[in-house]
């Protein structure tokens, strides 16, 4: 009998266990609003840049510019990528030799190897995306990417729209008065463009506009993000400055440059 | 009698022994000489010339003769080398006395020298006598070589034969130098110098006539130019982009237009893109001028013939997207909005009614009217260009209208009317502005073809609407929500308690608002005071009689010393319609209810719903984070 107490007592706990094991993960479940599968996708992001990353470079970009040669290799090699360019009026971007055709180079080595040579910069990988940056500006407060929005979504749009919608946010969050009862308008663009495919549905919660830009060109799959930032370590007003009450929309809106790239011009079709 | 015909027979034989002389000095009363030397250079050889020249009357008397000494080397500082001489003699002034001589390897900065000997050939008369001889020659100018007096021939003896004899006389000496410039070498290909001179390569590589080609691509860059070359009806439109090569090469290019219809920038490069286009009221008019500089200084020039095409419509295609927005709180202030988009297709259309087929650089503004119960601004959202990216290679434009209004939450109601004004390929179509009208329910852009239900405005205004309405037709900005909350529960608040009671406390917020630091400090001019007292008090813009009268009672009471913006605000503030129009407000909360969607979800996922700021808080928030440090990217991960 009391065997049998016991054994029903183990069942019981075993039950019991399974039990809150299942309730956790419907608990986790629920907490990303259905879409559990984001979590495992973001480690396989991770582990998928670092496989290309590490591939042999068969490849050596031809272009004059260092960002040409950079784009040039992420295109070649299709690896989502964020660019913040310091547009240093005094100092033109120098024009970088092409790295040597040595045997043996990774991808990495290929794009450090042209990082190298321009002064200040640093690449970095973080949730699946190359960053290359000059960290002196990329923690600056007067830089845009750093604006924290407070709430992004869009959902089955193509990348024009919420390239529109991500500018408008900004600028909604940095002057949060000129849109209090609303606004409207609207944008237009090339129906043939290869960002016009509707094909993102994105959504996130207080994050940087520089973490939106790697989320919209992983969701979109065939882009990278290049921002335009001024130097704003020697001539700058700090973006949290409040524009004057008659300033336009439009034209605040036109501080924050950003552009995407196509990592391939013409995606292939699937037939 | 008989001593003067003495006299005369003696003057006549006198005349009659000097026939020559005389003869000489009545046509020539005297001679010149010419004494030449001139050094050259041309090309890589040094040329030398000697000369002796009479005129006529010299001639009479004499031939020329020149002895000429070519040499190299500076006379004053160091011994010359002796290249070449010669002697020659002319005839009378009939043929001169020269010398030509040429050296062909001169070296470079050295002297070379010209010397002439200048003589004459005098020639006189010999006699052998028979008793008593002599002889004579003429000297009638005096030049110095002549024995015997000037005016006649010395002579003695006579009744002897006589004959020429002919000596030598110098004249003077002449001399000339040159310091030798080598002239650039040529380069294989080369007909000029960079000094002008022709190449002296005896073999000289054959060089290609000058000219300057150009050709233009056929890849879109934006603007409709062509080579003017027409496909069917139509002109050739896809070509914007020129490069211009020129022989030999090195030179430089620069480039200009004919008319005012394109502007190019002028380059030293090798291509140039049509950076601009201005207005054209006709096509095919326009012509781009190269010119190419040679390497040498020399210039050829080229003109291309280019079409300009002037957009002037969009057409409606097609609407791809026509629906309502979710309620979202897209500011951080937090308000919630909602309304509705709608993405339409356009196609360029040219001047000829036909559809522009290639890539054209597109820019709009939208423009509303205000103000509007959608609170919106008078400058909407556009496209800019370099925001726009263009129409498709087809010429097709998509354009998202889209808005969002608090107005239009939980089934509200607003409407925003204005236009739409183009910019295409830097042509401002201003004659295709596209009124439009937006709704809550629903966005009608001219040329669509859709209709719209009208918009039912609410059955009664609401309190915080005044709020909004003063505050921005005054500032054009919205009230803060401090601000917005206060004047409405202040507004309800008198509501409750009658509507005379309100009617003052609608009075007191215009007067907080006309009468504040910020509004006297934009520095408004009567003309706008007037506007504005017409939109905040009566939400509407002046008809002209009444703006007239006001305008001129305040400035009929400025000139008299009295306060006329006060009165005017006394004048609205009491006046009938007014009134009337608080009467009829609502008494309601402001608008910033919270959307019950988001107060649904809130309830689903386990949250405590604060239906005061609208705002959800879990018990339990989810973590979104996995492992040490990666995060899912769409939540903020430390």
Sequence with gaps: MFKQQKKFVVALLAFAAVLACLTYILARQQGTKGKPDMLLAARADSEDIESRLSQKADFIPGGKSAADQIIAVAQHYRIPMGIEWVNRSSSPEPDVAPPSRESNLTVRDVLEAIVLRLPGYQMTTRNGVVHLADPAFTDDAANFLNVQIEEFQVENENLLTAKEQLRLSIDMTLNPDDYEGGYAGGYGYNPDDVFAKRNITFYSKDLTVREILDGLVKANGNALWVAQLDDFKTAAKPLTAKPTKNSKQEEAISKYRWDFVPLVEKPETRP | ?638
């Design chain 2, 1 to 638: 009698m008989k001593k003067l015909l003495c006299i005369l027979t003696l003057a006549f034989f006198g005349f009659l022994l000097t026939p020559q002389q005389a003869q000489a000095q009545y046509y020539c009363s005297y001679g010149i000489a010419y004494g030449t030397s001139y050094t050259w250079q041309s090309g890589s050889s040094v040329y030398f010339y000697s000369s002796t020249e009479l005129d006529y009357c010299a001639g009479l008397y004499y031939d020329p003769a020149t002895w000429g000494r070519y040499s190299e080397g500076l006379w004053a500082s160091e011994n010359v080398r002796l290249l070449g001489e010669g002697y020659t003699e002319g005839y009378a002034d009939w043929v001169p006395a020269e010398i030509a001589f040429n050296y062909g390897y001169p070296s470079h900065n050295q002297y070379y020298n010209t010397d002439t000997r200048h003589y004459v050939l005098e020639y006189y008369q010999q006699y052998y006598c028979f008793y008593s001889c002599g002889y004579y020659w003429y000297d009638p100018w005096g030049w110095g070589f002549a024995e015997g007096s000037y005016g006649g021939p010395s002579y003695f003896g006579y009744g002897g034969a006589g004959y020429w004899q002919v000596r030598r006389r110098r004249l003077g000496d002449t001399t000339h130098t040159i310091r030798y410039q080598a002239p650039n070498t040529c380069e294989p290909g080369q007909s000029f110098t960079a000094n002008g001179e022709a190449c002296s390569d005896p073999t000289p590589t054959p060089t290609p006539a000058p000219h300057v080609q150009w050709t233009t691509e056929t890849t879109n860059n934006g603007i409709p130019l062509a080579n003017g070359a027409a496909v069917g009806s139509l002109p050739n439109r896809n070509s914007t982009q020129i490069t211009a090569t020129g022989t030999p090469s090195g030179g430089t290019f620069s480039w200009s237009t004919s008319s005012d219809k394109v502007t190019l920038s002028s380059t030293s490069g090798s291509a140039i893109t049509v950076t601009s286009v201005k207005k054209s009221d006709a096509i095919g008019d326009v012509v781009i001028n190269i010119t190419y500089t040679y390497i040498d200084g020399r210039s050829s020039s080229a003109s291309i013939p280019m079409t300009v095409q002037q957009p002037t419509e969009f057409q409606y295609v097609e609407t791809t997207v026509n629906q309502a927005l979710p309620a979202q709180r897209p500011t951080r202030r937090g308000s919630l909005m909602s309304g509705w988009r709608k993405d339409i297709n356009f196609q360029l259309i040219d001047q000829l009614g036909q559809p522009m087929y290639f890539r054209v650089p597109v820019a709009d503004t939208m423009n509303f009217d205000i103000p509007n119960d959608c609170f919106l601004p008078r400058k909407g959202h556009g496209t800019t260009l370099s925001e726009g990216k263009g129409t498709s290679g087809s010429g097709i434009w998509t354009h998202v209208y889209t808005l969002r209004s608090t107005s239009c939450i939980n089934n509200g109601t607003c409407t925003g009317t204005g236009y739409q004004r183009y910019t295409v390929n830097g042509f401002e179509l201003s004659n295709d502005d596209k009124t439009f009208r937006f709704q809550c329910n629903g966005i009608q852009v001219e040329g669509d073809g859709s209709t719209l239900p009208p918009s039912t405005p609410p059955a009664r205004r609401k309190t915080a609407m005044l709020v909004n309405q003063f505050y921005s037709t005054a500032f054009e900005d919205w009230p803060s929500d401090d601000e917005l909350l206060n004047w409405t529960n202040r507004l309800n608040t008198a509501a409750a308690q009658g509507q005379e009671q309100l009617l003052a406390e609608a009075r007191a917020l215009a007067r907080a608002v006309f009468q504040s630091a910020e509004y006297i400090n934009l520095g408004r001019s009567d003309e706008d005071f007037v506007t504005d007292l017409y939109n905040a008090y009566l939400w509407r813009a002046p008809d002209a009689d009444g703006y007239n009268f006001w305008l001129n009672t305040l400035r009929n009471d400025n000139a008299q010393g009295i306060n006329g913006r006060e009165h005017l605000l006394q004048a609205f503030e009491y006046s009938t319609d007014f009134a009337n129009l608080i009467y009829s407000l609502e008494a309601a909360p402001p608008s910033n209810v919270c959307d019950v969607t988001e107060e649904q979800n809130c309830y689903s996922y386990g949250g405590s719903w604060n239906s005061s700021t609208c705002a959800c808080t879990y018990y339990e928030p989810p973590d979104p984070c996995y492992g040490g440090g990666t995060g899912y990217y769409a939540y903020r991960c430390y």
